[in-house]
């Protein structure tokens, strides 16, 4: 069964510093990956997603994350944080077999200090 | 397009009572979902739906029910409110290929006391 994996459920980092959201899943099958942001009081919204190709995704805000199949790792990146990037991010799977549901992490709540 | 939404925004419900939480969505998408979301829990799955008449269930279905009459709605009952039931609901919908997102609703606040 594919379950999801967030090693830290806070990160306190200063402002323009670099930050790295980790994320580790298992799955015996081909797998999607995505990261989701939830700024406060509001709905999840896709960050950015993995399906094939480049291992190397990036969102339009800056955030990038690298697939690394060896490692089953999915790691979030974004060489200087904003005040504006205080949320909590989630990573996300889904199996290449079940088009019906996505496994969600427990959340990394990231807080920016000026 | 409006998305998905959800009413109502905030409820507080005494144990025993039920209610419905609505959910429509606008993007003619054939899965739905509903998701609770607990402090430090990340997102549990109760239910989800792959089409109108469809069905099935989650993660954590216990104490609640669904039901999908159209495309666009995606109403959630719970029928006799426990203060376990205390969380904040999401509903979303998506395309329903793996490669695709999902879509999340505003989500609704509820504490049973």
């Known amino acids: 069964a594919q379950s999801v994996t967030q090693l830290d459920s806070q990160v306190p980092v200063f402002e323009e510093a670099p930050v790295e959201l980790r994320c580790n899943y298992s799955?015996?099958?081909?797998?999607?990956l995505f990261w989701y942001v939830q700024y406060p009081n509001q709905g999840l919204q896709l960050l950015l997603k993995?399906?094939?190709?480049?291992?190397l995704v990036e969102s339009i805000n800056g955030f990038e994350a690298e697939f690394n199949k060896s490692q089953t790792s999915f790691h979030l990146r974004k060489p200087s944080v904003h005040i504006s990037d205080t949320a909590e991010y989630f990573c996300a799977v889904s199996e290449g077999s079940s088009a019906s549901k996505i496994i969600f992490g427990s959340g990394t709540r990231l807080s920016i200090r000026p | 397009n409006a998305g998905v939404t959800q009413t109502p925004k905030f409820r507080i419900l005494k144990i025993g009572q039920s209610m419905t939480l609505q959910c429509t969505q606008d993007m003619n998408h054939n899965y739905m979902y509903w998701y609770r979301q607990d402090p430090g829990m990340g997102l549990k799955l109760i239910y989800y739906?792959?089409?109108?008449?469809?069905?099935d269930k989650g993660e954590v279905p216990n104490g609640y029910n669904v039901s999908r009459s159209t495309t666009e709605d995606f109403p959630l009952r719970l029928e006799l409110a426990a203060p376990s039931q205390t969380s904040v609901y999401f509903c979303?919908?998506?395309?329903?290929?793996?490669?695709?997102?999902?879509?999340f609703g505003p989500g609704t606040r509820l504490t049973v006391t």
């Open positions: 993995y399906l094939s190709g480049s291992t």
């Open positions: 979303a919908s998506s395309t329903g290929t793996v490669r695709g997102e999902q879509y």
């Open positions: 739906s792959v089409g109108a008449g469809i069905t």
């Open positions: 799955s015996s099958v081909s797998v999607y």
